[in-house]
């Protein structure tokens, strides 16, 4: 028992001194950035700037369907601090804001694509796309000020739910404040200070995409490595394996559904030979 218990002192350890020197060289690195993106250094970007959003905005119908067949096991779905516990100072410790993973820092979470299989290919054809999910916030959730962990990525968000008003489903990136309106993009530079509401008596679910942001030679490929280094991190690491947990959780209730629904179906049958 106690060696067990100093081996987890240990990792814990190891994890605190890994995340320390990774935040330094972050920080050094996040400098350089704004003078080598080709898109500038905003808090919101247009989203016309970029030629893959229109796919994905015309399509935007098939991505809400599957989310749609998603949301009736929203209840069983994973808060984002199942997901990632290390990022819970700001996620709160409630239910009110669902994932559904597909991509994390570029790890495919494969079960997850296959039951979103359009989301899945249209997603797949964004070059420089890392993360992907659908984020759902219930009613009353607030997202309390944070910032993203990396400057290189830049945050991509497609309304696929906006309740009435639309108004009070909104996010403030900087001293700039802009709500959601569904079938629309909106891009924004998630290492400015940010935070999201949605005060409606509805559900609010956009999908959730990191890109790497576009940038100039040689931070372009420097931008390469310094992801490649944050998905091998022990942070991201843990977060694949709980995020794969809940992967297997999620198929396991979606064979007993419809193994629920085979069987109402022959009874329906059945009854009417």
Not at 74 to 81: A, E, G, S, T, V
Not at 91 to 113: H, Q, R, V
Not at 115 to 137: Q, V, Y
Request: net charge neutral; with cysteine.
């Amino acid at each position: 028992m106690l060696k067990l218990s100093l081996e987890n002192v240990k990792a814990k350890f190891r994890k605190i001194l890994i995340y320390k020197i990774g935040a330094k060289l972050l920080g050094y690195f996040e400098k350089l950035i704004p003078s080598y993106s080709l898109i500038g250094d905003t808090a919101f970007f247009e989203p016309h700037h970029f030629e893959w959003v229109e796919e994905i905005d015309v399509n935007w119908i098939l991505i809400r369907k599957e989310l749609d067949e998603l949301l009736k096991y929203r209840d069983d779905l994973p808060n984002f601090q199942d997901i990632s516990p290390d990022q819970a100072d700001y996620t709160s410790p409630d239910d009110l804001w669902k994932t559904f993973f597909m991509y994390g820092y570029g790890i495919k979470a494969e079960k997850n694509c296959q039951r979103c299989p359009e989301t899945t290919r249209l997603i797949e054809k964004i070059p420089g796309m890392k993360t992907a999910f659908f984020s759902i916030l219930m009613p009353g959730k607030h997202i309390p000020e944070h910032r993203g962990p990396y400057k290189g990525v830049i945050r991509y968000l497609l309304a696929l739910k906006v309740p009435e008003p639309k108004e009070k489903c909104r996010i403030r990136v900087g001293d700039e404040t802009r709500h959601w309106e569904e079938g629309k993009s909106m891009i924004f530079d998630d290492s400015f200070p940010h935070e999201a509401w949605n005060e409606t008596d509805g559900v609010r679910a956009v999908l959730f995409l990191d890109v790497m942001r576009p940038m100039r030679f040689p931070l372009s490929l420097l931008n390469e490595l310094m992801m490649k280094l944050i998905a091998i991190s022990p942070y991201i690491q843990d977060a694949n394996i709980n995020q794969k947990h809940w992967e297997d959780r999620l198929e396991k209730l979606f064979a007993k559904e419809n193994k629920k629904e085979k069987v109402s179906i022959k009874e329906g049958v059945g009854s009417r030979e």
